[in-house]
């Protein structure tokens, strides 16, 4: 069975762009969970996500937003992009929720300049 | 807002010894995941403990999970090179399912 795939890998990008990140679960996977990790503040919540629905939130402003497919697949989106949100943006699935086994995908390296 | 403190942040070790890695929070957790993140990788899980007091053993880790559910250990016997790497402890919040506190993890090197 295939792991959880994030496109793209890496990425680079300027103050003031946006940015569309995207995620494929493991099939069968319902839950999708977004994180952004920095070595100052470690791995943080964003938001998860379960059958098209935002289930929860992390305390990030407005610019970060995400969606979920029919499909289970999700994309999260960063607009106006500040130099602090360089850091590797993670995607975990899970199959119905988070105190279950969650399986990480590689991460989205993203560098803003 | 729940915090997870992990010590020691850094761990230097050589080849066969012993460590142990601490996770600790003024808060309650449901459970309590384990994971060890490479470089260039997503972290993957190694133990989940739900119960207090609970005791889990993979080779040589040993995972414990506080009576009060607010703290958790690894140790790991006779390091090896191979569990060079970043561990990370998780607490899944009292009441929802759908949110995972990480702590900022411990850096081992372990060193042949």
């Known amino acids: 069975k295939a792991g959880v795939t994030q496109t793209p890998r890496y990425l680079i990008k300027t103050r003031g762009q946006q940015v569309t990140l995207s995620c494929s679960p493991i099939?069968?996977?319902?839950?999708v969970s977004w994180y952004q990790q920095t070595p100052g503040q470690g791995l943080q919540f964003l938001f998860e996500y379960f059958s098209e629905t935002q289930r929860n939130k992390g305390n990030f402003p407005g610019r970060f937003s995400g969606r979920q497919f029919s499909n289970s697949r999700s994309e999260m989106n960063v607009s106006t992009l500040e130099l602090g949100d360089s850091a590797l943006y993670l995607c975990a699935s899970s199959l119905d929720n988070i105190g279950v086994e969650q399986f990480f995908g590689p991460g989205t390296r993203l560098t803003v300049l | 807002t729940q915090l997870l403190e992990q010590s020691p942040q850094f761990l230097s070790i050589q080849e066969g010894e012993n460590l142990t890695v601490y996770c600790n929070s003024s808060s309650v957790f449901s459970s309590l995941q384990w994971y060890r993140q490479e470089p260039g990788e997503g972290p993957v899980l190694l133990v989940t403990?739900?119960?207090?007091?609970e005791v889990k053993k993979l080779k040589r880790l040993t995972f414990q999970f506080g009576d009060a559910r607010k703290d958790s250990s690894l140790h790991i016997t006779a390091a090896q090179p191979g569990d060079t790497g970043l561990y990370l402890c998780a607490g899944v919040s009292m009441g929802s399912n759908y949110k995972l506190t990480f702590g900022k993890g411990t850096l081992l090197t372990v060193n042949p």
């Open positions: 099939s069968g996977h319902r839950s």
């Open positions: 403990v739900v119960t207090g007091g």
